[in-house]
């Protein structure tokens, strides 16, 4: 049984193939000597066990090595989004003391625009590179990838327990610069066999990965793989007829995506030989529109659909069983296997079957806290129930997120508390007016929220993207379908929206942009 990250890197059968980026691939055997080489580099360098190691790369078998060679290092990891510019990476970078940076030359670069307010970089002695070290900054110790594989001569395995941080993932918050989620080697390898198990993941399966790896749902791709040894296709996402061409080219079975993407993906031709080979296909980072559902099903009729629910504080939730889409295609099912899921009131007691209240989450895939962030973790991660047993806390991560459980068990989101819409006297989720514009067929994406308003409290904005758009007729759709205080007072039109760096809709940069 694996008790560490890397530990799942031992599955994979010595001549299958584990990872493809364009025209490479590499094989499981192959996988393994590299990340075991990679880690002994690292420690050739003085990695400690417990330091930090970022890894700010796009998606190639250098930046997968490196996540789980940190590991095997007895490091932690701390992959971040490629689209992170100089503000937001040596955020990251002075925020958790990072004593390596593993990235290219030109990204190196970035450490050159470092801001004062970002707070020290101190903490940064080596600065690993991929590909031609030339123009990357001379100011630290620098190596080349190749470098950190040619150590002659290999180390002992480093003391490391399940319950050892293993990566930091950042995510954007609603509001300030993003933070960082602690995860444990615990964590992660929960998390992959209990994914695995219920998307019935083997060795067959090849999974195309089109989310960032920074990104929890993206990380999970590899472990889950990883697990069983299946093989994974990197991409990436340039364009959605290059995610139809590798569908087709590689006998894709396995795809996750947010629902932005799914939008995008539904634009394209699916030829047969593009769409045959899925087994199932996924979401996660958002509800999915039932119109968008229909018209998946429609593309890929043999796959199974998995919607599912999480969050990096708990790495991955709940999903809802395929053979219950057609019941209720709304749910975002139950608890994933090892893990409770559940739902309360502020004082913490369960909710009645139907009664709206906060989602909460328990077991062994809670993430340990944010990190340099006492305050917060205070405040997110909190005993379950609530004046336990202090001798044996039961932490639970308190999600924010609003959500509610039918009398058959099955939960519903509804909303996160910050995004909810108070307009009128009435609380309503933003996603019930998404579901209807979407429902129109005369919008191809759609983000609601609520601005400031002296008279109603908060007063709807509606924001969507789509061919030919006329918004008189999509107002008179709106108010046929939805209650008077629901009809946006506002309907901005788009050529595309705005995406965070894990493909979501930006709904920050969206709320502050119509706010002023």
Avoid at 170 to 179: D, E, L, Q
Avoid at 225 to 251: I, K, T
Avoid at 327 to 334: N, Q, T, V
Avoid at 424 to 435: K, N
């Amino acid at each position: 049984m694996p008790t560490r990250l890397d530990d799942l890197l031992a599955v994979g059968a010595e001549d299958r193939p584990a990872l493809t980026v364009k025209g490479d691939t590499i094989d499981h055997g192959e996988l393994r000597r590299r990340v075991a080489a990679a880690a002994a580099g690292l420690r050739g360098l003085g990695l400690r066990p417990g330091e930090r190691v970022v890894i700010n790369l796009e998606k190639r078998i250098e930046t997968v090595v490196a996540i789980f060679a940190v590991a095997a290092a007895g490091g932690v990891c701390v992959p971040v989004n490629p689209v992170y510019k100089g503000p937001q990476l040596c955020h990251v970078l002075a925020d958790c003391a990072a004593r390596v940076l593993v990235t290219t030359a030109a990204r190196a670069r970035f450490l050159t625009e470092a801001d004062p307010a970002a707070g020290s970089l101190a903490a940064l002695t080596h600065l690993v590179i991929v590909g031609s070290p030339d123009g990357a900054p001379n100011d630290r110790e620098v190596s080349t990838w190749d470098d950190l594989l040619s150590r002659p001569e290999p180390l002992p395995p480093v003391p490391v327990t399940e319950s050892d941080v293993a990566a930091i993932l950042y995510t954007s918050g609603s509001t300030g610069r993003p933070k960082g989620v602690v995860l444990s080697h615990r964590n992660l390898v929960a998390g992959a066999l209990s994914v695995a198990g219920y998307l019935e993941h083997t060795s067959d399966d090849v999974v195309l990965s089109v989310l960032p790896l920074s990104f929890d749902a993206g990380l999970s791709q590899l472990t889950t793989a990883f697990a069983v040894g299946a093989h994974v296709v990197l991409v990436n996402y340039l364009m959605p007829g290059e995610v139809v061409r590798l569908c087709a080219r590689h006998r894709v079975t396995a795809l996750t995506c947010v629902p932005p993407l799914w939008l995008q993906l539904l634009e394209q031709d699916w030829p047969e030989e593009a769409s045959r080979h899925l087994r199932y296909f996924a979401n996660t980072g958002g509800r999915m529109p039932a119109t968008t559902l229909a018209r998946l099903r429609e593309v890929f009729p043999s796959a199974r659909p998995y919607l599912m629910y999480g969050l990096t504080e708990a790495f991955r939730s709940t999903y809802l069983d395929p053979a219950e889409v057609d019941r209720r295609p709304d749910s975002i099912g139950k608890a994933i296997p090892n893990a409770e899921i559940l739902v309360v009131r502020p004082d913490g007691t369960p909710c009645d079957p139907g009664e709206h209240g906060e989602i909460v989450h328990r077991g062994p895939l809670v993430a340990l806290g944010y990190w340099n962030d006492r305050a917060r973790t205070d405040a997110r991660f909190r005993p379950y129930p609530p004046g336990g047993s202090p001798t044996v806390p039961q932490l639970a991560v308190w999600s924010g997120d609003v959500g509610y459980r039918d009398g058959d068990g099955f939960l519903y989101f509804v909303g996160r508390t910050d995004e909810m819409i108070k307009t009128s006297g009435y609380r309503a989720s933003p996603t019930e007016i998404e579901e209807v514009a979407y429902a129109t067929g005369l919008v191809t994406e759609a983000v609601a929220f609520g601005v400031p308003d002296e008279r109603l409290g908060q007063a709807v904005v509606l924001v969507v993207a789509g061919p030919d758009i006329d918004v008189a007729t999509l107002t008179k759709a709106l108010r046929r379908d939805l209650p008077g205080y629901l009809v946006p007072a506002r309907i901005e039109v788009r050529e595309a929206l705005p995406r965070s760096g894990n493909g979501k809709f930006d709904r920050t940069a969206l709320r502050q942009e119509l706010a002023r």
